[in-house]
């Protein structure tokens, strides 16, 4: 099992939201026993450019910031996950800046559902407040590009500490029971259909770019009646 996880937090050793993600790992170990690889990345303490509008991705399929920071990188090892990790802080009732900007350097990807086939598990952390509006986004970022989202933990913490509380603690071990135990549990499958029947339906009357029309043309996206027929095309090509 190959995860990913990204983390939004403006703190590296005091983020309740990255230590949560890394005991969520821990615990999907234990009850796997089966090797895990694991990546993480850290947004802030990554190089990661904010994106210019310049629509190159979505015409050309092609970022041109991809050579001058770390977006390169982290692109193929997502693509190369079975889960990929979103964990951010809710700020003003939304995720962070910084999970925003790496959200804005995957926009073309969510014009073609790049991740199809991959699974999402969205954390967030607060104290309370803000989580319904952060957690539908986080819903709807991961259904725009294409992946079923396994788990959605909040966790309660106005410090790193309040981590390790009881309640916490029983949130996370129920969500790795539910990755490792019941990995064809979604809590996106409605928005992730219409999203699927939206694009495809974009791609058939050329709305796109002209990037992304030739990949739902190229991998026979254009052709699949809805989302379960296009993973299993994908899978069928892996």
């Not at 079975?82 to 910084?98: L, N, R, T």
Request: proline share 1%; with cysteine; net charge positive.
């Amino acid at each position: 099992m190959n995860i990913v996880i990204i983390g939004g937090s403006q703190k590296i050793k005091d983020s309740a939201s990255l230590l949560s993600a890394n005991m969520l790992v821990d615990k999907i170990g234990l009850l796997y026993k089966k090797k895990i690889s694991v990546k993480t990345y850290s947004i802030k303490n990554t190089s990661i450019n904010l994106c210019r509008g310049c629509m190159n991705c979505f015409n050309k399929g092609l970022c041109k910031l991809d050579k001058e920071d770390d977006m390169e990188e982290v692109r193929k090892f997502m693509l190369s996950a079975d889960y990929i990790i979103f964990a951010s802080p809710i700020y003003v009732g939304s995720v962070s800046a910084y999970m925003k900007s790496f959200f804005d350097r995957c926009s073309s990807w969510m014009h073609t559902m790049r991740l199809i086939g991959k699974k999402s598990i969205i954390i967030t952390s607060s104290s309370g407040n803000g989580t319904e509006l952060v957690e539908n986004y986080m819903r709807i970022v991961s259904s725009a590009l294409g992946m079923r989202v396994s788990a959605i933990l909040h966790i309660i913490a106005t410090s790193v500490e309040d981590v390790y509380l009881e309640y916490n603690q029983d949130i996370i071990e129920t969500a790795a029971y539910y990755v490792v135990n019941k990995p064809d549990v979604s809590f996106n499958n409605t928005e992730l259909n219409i999203y699927f029947n939206k694009l495809l339906k974009y791609a058939k009357y050329d709305i796109l770019g002209e990037a992304e029309i030739n990949y739902w043309k190229t991998t026979g996206l254009i052709n699949c009646k809805n989302i379960d027929s296009a993973e299993n095309l994908l899978k069928e090509r892996a």
